[in-house]
């Protein structure tokens, strides 16, 4: 379930200059992988235009769970007043990714593929990350963590991490196995990949109050994090409970590579993973996160190894603090004497430097499309797939809670209660079409 407070996300605005706007800001919401275009036209001077990006998702808080089929938008002059709705295919906001090809992963080893179609939505963990199932080709269920783009948005930093994480081990004891790339059923191109869904909860979601941190998975913490930096030359940058887990084996796993870079090419000292596992130990003992409130640049783990920690009383742990200080300050003494040595088994990717040929319109004079030429291009534009009569896939789905009801109760789960009904989504088209415009 996608948590009501990250649910709504602003990709863009087109503000009109002037006191009066009218100022249009563009939002997705993840749970229906919709994009709405909101304006606001004030009949009051408005002094700061940036302020009415606020006013606007407000709006469609309000509103969302009653926009039907084929609303592109909404328009409105005072916050609590009426509403305008838009069908109209000018006001359709949705810019998809033009999907890279397979091939330019550059892989020099077979990686296994599934078709987006093939896949069962069993949750949605998170904005862009969903539960799914599918059937291999024995007929037996695969349970995984599908991480996918659906916009162009967020997209590059999936694709980095799709290419670091396929390239790693996938018998690493310590690290989630990669699964499969995710291909578009329309296009047979890359929309996003599947990693091995672990069970359980990550040790911020299940932590040590309920389950005992023990410091056998403290070492391999350490050791997990030394095999990426040393043996892998990847740095992972991202260490912290929600990143890790404690798999069937009860060995603990990493995840989450989005922020992973190489070593090699982007190193620097203040993104080192030393800092990362400083500060994760000490938020398991104590539950305090606050000193990673403030911007990398500024977290101090050398300050934090000075301190005394007191573990919070409801934590538990299977040594005292000082057994698992002990380990953690012979490792960061041992890693201060260690340098990075480029070897033979350290990763290497290509970037995304070329995008593939796609349709694009041609217009005439009274802005009828006359033609289609085909060019490199990163981004399409749905409302343009649809007059040129191209097929694509409908990202769009029901919504699995009512926002405004959620946000009402103050529920971070936003559940639907019992024979609640959802607004079917979609533009009036299949998941896979060659759209007619509306």
């Not at 409105?76 to 709705?85: A, L």
């Amino acid at each position: 379930m996608i948590e009501p407070r990250y649910r709504l996300w602003v990709g863009s605005g087109n503000l009109v200059p002037g006191a009066f706007g009218p100022f249009t800001w563009f939002i997705t919401d993840f749970d229906q992988r919709r994009h709405f275009s909101v304006t606001y036209a004030p009949k009051v001077p408005v002094e700061n235009r940036e302020e009415t990006e606020d006013i606007c998702i407000e709006e469609l808080k309000k509103h969302l769970d009653n926009l039907g089929n084929g609303v592109y938008g909404f328009r409105f002059s005072e916050p609590d007043g009426p509403i305008t709705t838009s069908t109209d295919l000018k006001d359709d906001a949705t810019i998809y990714v033009n999907d890279p090809a397979l091939s330019s992963l550059g892989l020099s080893f077979p990686v296994k593929t599934i078709y987006l179609g093939s896949l069962t939505e069993l949750d949605r963990l998170a904005p862009l990350v969903d539960k799914v199932s599918y059937h291999n080709t024995h007929g037996a269920t695969t349970t995984a963590a599908f991480k996918y783009w659906f916009m162009a948005n967020g997209m590059s930093r999936i694709w980095y991490e799709l290419n670091d994480w396929c390239r790693l081990p996938r018998d690493h004891p310590h690290i989630v196995p990669f699964d499969s790339v995710v291909l578009n059923d329309v296009t047979g191109r890359i929309v996003g990949f599947t990693s091995r869904f672990v069970p359980g909860g990550t040790l911020h979601e299940n932590n040590a109050t309920t389950r005992p941190f023990r410091l056998c998975w403290f070492r391999q913490l350490l050791s997990v994090v030394d095999d990426l930096n040393y043996k892998y030359g990847v740095m992972h940058q991202d260490i912290a409970a929600r990143n890790l887990l404690i798999n069937e084996d009860d060995n603990l796993q990493i995840f989450d590579f989005n922020y992973a870079i190489s070593i090699a090419e982007y190193y620097t000292p203040e993104h080192d993973d030393v800092k990362g596992v400083v500060f994760t130990l000490y938020e398991i003992i104590t539950l305090d996160e606050h000193f990673r409130d403030v911007p990398h640049k500024d977290q101090d783990a050398e300050a934090l190894l000075q301190m005394e920690w007191s573990k919070h009383p409801d934590v538990k742990l299977d040594s005292d603090i000082q057994a698992f200080r002990d380990v953690l300050n012979d490792w960061v003494s041992r890693r201060k004497q260690r340098r990075f040595e480029p070897r033979h088994t350290w990763l290497s990717w290509p970037h995304l430097s070329e995008w593939p040929l796609a349709p694009r319109a041609l217009y005439g004079p009274d802005g009828e499309v006359t033609g289609k030429e085909m060019r490199p291009t990163a981004a399409l534009s749905r409302r343009e797939l649809v007059r040129m009569g191209e097929p694509f896939w409908n990202w769009e789905r029901p919504a699995s809670y009512r926002l405004a009801e959620a946000l009402s109760r103050g529920d971070s789960n936003g559940s639907l209660p019992d024979g609640a009904e959802t607004n079917e989504s979609g533009i009036g088209c299949g998941s896979v079409d060659t759209c007619a415009v509306p």
